[in-house]
């Protein structure tokens, strides 16, 4: 098998900026991405769809007479609020204690706890950020958004989360100018037809967008890359199965282009068969993980593969917070590959996920036992597993997008 390592990392160099969906940075990388695949004399279906985005801005906290640097959460809109500021452990055992409050909380909320900072009435959110790793990204989900339900939220540092913790009950002040606006953002699709079992499909994907602040070098231009390498790989075969490469916007404002793109081949998803998303790889050190949204049979057939191949590959049974999810609504049975434990990781969603903490011995894992998995699921007489998703990933699924998302999903699969 050829190394199609050293093509993956120059084109994660090339796509290391930030893509935050519905930006010139997400159009400037789309670019790049289909210029390949015209290289490759792949057909390219662009599929575009509407979602809220915005313009980041500046911010500030300010206590007495000091100001301390924060970045508003996206898809926020320009604000100054102050009150009181009130810790909370956990959101999920608050009353009404913090009403008119600035709530202060250890890492980033959307979803049902945002939803529940809205019901107890708090009057502003700061969120702390992750030692040593400067600003954590954070947006408001979408449906918040569409429904005017904004909350001026901000993140800090670490180390200004701390002095906050320890000024409990003294009035803050926000400031906030980041806004939004209803834009659009686009799936890149392409299609190489089966010639003998066309219509049984296996879709391999990854996100090519970043959160609004960072380069997004392992998250995920690093899968992006390893989508384009196969691509690069499968070109020249004539396959058995229909396989579909994608390339999804939005997965970081809430999975907004998987999302769409199964809204938009409900008729014909029960023909897909599979789908392998490839979401965070680059590190040269950590290690391979695999997380399937599965029965146990494909857990199986994926810890059988990683020691036939001899890529170490820790795989369980679960759910990822990903574009395989809106699948699993569906029954569609994935696997989701990734590689982490190093810098790059380290600084996933932060302005310091970059290219210079990559390389190839980072891309190679991931990209050499896809290519392991695709070539076995396209040779297998019949398809080695069936279309099912284990009953065990049931509650997990559902809460899954009310925790994220704050909206509640009926499964298609019962």
Same mark, same amino acid.
């Given at each position: 098998?050829?190394?199609?390592?050293?093509?993956?990392?120059?084109?994660?160099?090339?796509?290391? %900026?930030?893509?935050?969906?519905?930006?010139?940075?997400?159009?400037?990388?789309?670019?790049?991405?289909?210029?390949?695949?015209?290289?490759?004399?792949?057909?390219?279906?662009?599929?575009?769809?509407?979602?809220?985005? %915005?313009?980041?801005?500046?911010?500030?906290?300010?206590?007495?007479?000091? *100001?301390?640097?924060?970045?508003?959460?996206?898809?926020?809109?320009?604000?100054?609020?102050?009150?009181?500021?009130?810790?909370?452990?956990?959101?999920?055992?608050?009353?009404?204690?913090?009403?008119? *409050?600035?709530?202060?909380?250890?890492?980033?909320?959307?979803?049902?706890?945002?939803?529940?900072?809205?019901?107890?009435?708090?009057?502003?959110?700061?969120?702390?950020?992750?030692?040593?790793?400067?600003?954590?990204?954070?947006?408001?989900?979408?449906?918040?958004?569409?429904?005017?339900?904004?909350?001026?939220?901000?993140?800090?540092?670490?180390?200004?989360?701390?002095?906050?913790?320890?000024?409990?009950?003294?009035?803050?002040?926000?400031?906030?100018?980041?806004?939004? %606006?209803?834009?659009?953002?686009?799936?890149?699709?392409?299609?190489?037809?089966?010639?003998?079992?066309?219509?049984?499909?296996?879709?391999?994907?990854?996100?090519?967008?970043?959160?609004?602040?960072?380069?997004?070098?392992?998250?995920?231009?690093?899968?992006?890359?390893?989508?384009?390498?196969?691509?690069?790989?499968?070109?020249?075969?004539?396959?058995?199965?229909?396989?579909?490469?994608?390339?999804?916007?939005?997965?970081?404002?809430?999975?907004?282009?998987?999302?769409?793109?199964?809204?938009?081949?409900?008729?014909?998803?029960?023909?897909?068969?599979?789908?392998?998303?490839?979401?965070?790889?680059?590190?040269?050190?950590?290690?391979?993980?695999?997380?399937?949204?599965?029965?146990?049979?494909?857990?199986?057939?994926?810890?059988?593969?990683?020691?036939?191949?001899?890529?170490?590959?820790?795989?369980?049974?679960?759910?990822?917070?990903?574009?395989?999810?809106?699948?699993?609504?569906?029954?569609?049975?994935?696997?989701?590959?990734?590689?982490?434990?190093?810098?790059?990781?380290?600084?996933?969603?932060?302005?310091?996920? *970059?290219?210079?903490?990559?390389?190839?011995?980072?891309?190679?894992?991931?990209?050499?036992?896809?290519?392991?998995?695709?070539?076995?699921?396209?040779?297998?007489?019949?398809?080695? %597993?069936?279309?099912?998703?284990?009953?065990?990933?049931?509650? *997990?699924?559902?809460?899954?997008?009310?925790?994220?998302?704050?909206?509640?999903?009926?499964?298609?699969?019962?």
């Amino acid at each position: 098998m050829r190394d199609f390592s050293s093509y993956a990392l120059r084109i994660l160099k090339s796509i290391s %900026f930030p893509r935050l969906a519905g930006t010139n940075g997400e159009d400037n990388a789309r670019e790049i991405i289909t210029s390949e695949l015209r290289k490759l004399n792949l057909p390219i279906r662009e599929e575009s769809f509407s979602l809220w985005t %915005f313009k980041p801005g500046d911010g500030y906290v300010e206590v007495g007479n000091r *100001k301390f640097k924060a970045i508003p959460y996206g898809n926020s809109k320009p604000f100054t609020v102050e009150g009181p500021i009130c810790f909370v452990d956990n959101v999920d055992f608050i009353g009404n204690e913090i009403k008119d *409050k600035i709530v202060l909380v250890y890492q980033g909320l959307r979803g049902s706890q945002y939803e529940k900072l809205l019901e107890k009435g708090a009057k502003g959110l700061i969120s702390v950020s992750l030692p040593e790793r400067g600003f954590n990204f954070v947006s408001i989900s979408q449906r918040f958004v569409e429904e005017g339900k904004i909350i001026p939220a901000l993140i800090v540092d670490y180390d200004t989360g701390l002095l906050l913790r320890r000024s409990e009950s003294r009035v803050v002040k926000l400031h906030g100018s980041t806004s939004y %606006f209803k834009g659009n953002a686009t799936n890149i699709i392409v299609e190489i037809k089966g010639e003998t079992n066309p219509e049984e499909i296996i879709i391999v994907c990854g996100h090519y967008d970043s959160v609004a602040i960072s380069p997004g070098a392992t998250d995920n231009a690093g899968g992006s890359a390893i989508l384009l390498a196969l691509a690069k790989y499968y070109s020249r075969f004539r396959l058995p199965r229909t396989m579909r490469l994608i390339w999804f916007s939005g997965e970081e404002l809430g999975l907004l282009g998987s999302q769409a793109y199964v809204e938009n081949i409900k008729e014909e998803i029960k023909k897909v068969k599979f789908v392998l998303n490839l979401d965070v790889a680059g590190d040269p050190l950590g290690e391979n993980r695999a997380v399937c949204i599965s029965e146990k049979d494909v857990l199986s057939y994926i810890s059988i593969l990683s020691k036939e191949v001899g890529i170490p590959f820790k795989a369980e049974l679960g759910i990822y917070s990903s574009d395989s999810m809106p699948f699993a609504i569906y029954g569609v049975p994935s696997v989701n590959l990734f590689r982490i434990g190093g810098k790059g990781t380290f600084y996933i969603h932060s302005h310091s996920d *970059k290219k210079a903490f990559v390389d190839k011995d980072g891309v190679r894992p991931v990209l050499d036992f896809s290519i392991y998995l695709i070539d076995r699921l396209q040779r297998s007489k019949f398809f080695p %597993f069936e279309r099912k998703i284990s009953t065990e990933l049931k509650e *997990k699924i559902i809460d899954y997008f009310q925790r994220m998302q704050g909206r509640k999903i009926e499964l298609k699969w019962e």
